[in-house]
């Protein structure tokens, strides 16, 4: 489950105050796979740090229950000096699963070969993020917090990870950020739209897309 209580998000961009949400109000249930759907600039990355605890809201607070991965396919918090196996065996300690089993699973997914042993430093942004969707997706969360990473790599490994993804659904809750409406269909079952600083939940998704392509229609027509 993850709360909203009075949560308002507000911050300067170019010398004007830009809001996220004001005054968000809304309870995600726990089980629950939410498209997190809104325009370019709409906030949606946001939102899905402030889950995740990396940024504060300006006001309110977030209830969280359950373990709350970070954004799945962030790589900033690896370190760039260690290799990815190095990382994998960090990151296992942080959360208390086993280091053995975190980086077998992670250097199988990943498919990095040789460079899962040599520094994050040298790797390409499309290695970084297979070797952070894999450790995500290695680490049992309650609730996954995703944000487009699937749409890296070639179509193998997107399809691979969404398979592999719709296999953690079984078992825990998501909050998915993503512009590919088939995408957000194949893993969502409930939406959350963001629209003018506003937060829209829906139980139906097709209520969710319905209000966010209605949006994009109307800017585009301007």
């Known amino acids: 489950m993850i709360r909203f209580e009075n949560v308002s998000k507000r911050y300067i961009t170019e010398g004007r105050e830009k809001t996220v949400v004001e005054d968000m109000n809304v309870v995600l249930p726990t089980g629950r796979s939410v498209g997190l759907l809104g325009r370019n600039g709409a906030g949606k990355s946001t939102l899905l740090r402030m889950i995740s605890g990396a940024t504060e809201p300006t006001e309110g607070h977030i209830e969280t229950t359950g373990l709350v991965s970070w954004p799945v396919g962030f790589a900033g918090s690896f370190h760039p000096d260690l290799t990815g196996l190095q990382n994998c065996r960090f ?26 042993r040599l520094p994050l430093r040298s790797y390409s942004s499309g290695m970084r993020s297979r070797l952070a969707f894999g450790v995500s997706m290695g680490i049992a969360f309650d609730t996954y917090l995703v944000d487009e990473i699937t749409a890296v790599g070639d179509s193998a490994f997107r399809e691979r990870s969404d398979r592999l993804f719709k296999a953690r659904l079984r078992h825990a809750g998501a909050v998915v950020c993503s512009h590919s409406m088939p995408q957000v269909r194949l893993l969502c079952d409930a939406g959350l739209v963001l629209d003018e600083g506003q937060a829209y939940y829906y139980e139906d998704l097709e209520d969710a897309i319905a209000h966010h392509e209605d949006n994009m229609n109307r800017a585009a027509a301007l």
């Open 91 to 116: 990151i296992a300690r942080i959360y208390g699963v086993d280091t053995d089993e975190l980086a077998q699973f992670v250097e199988e997914f990943a498919g990095l070969g040789m460079h899962f």
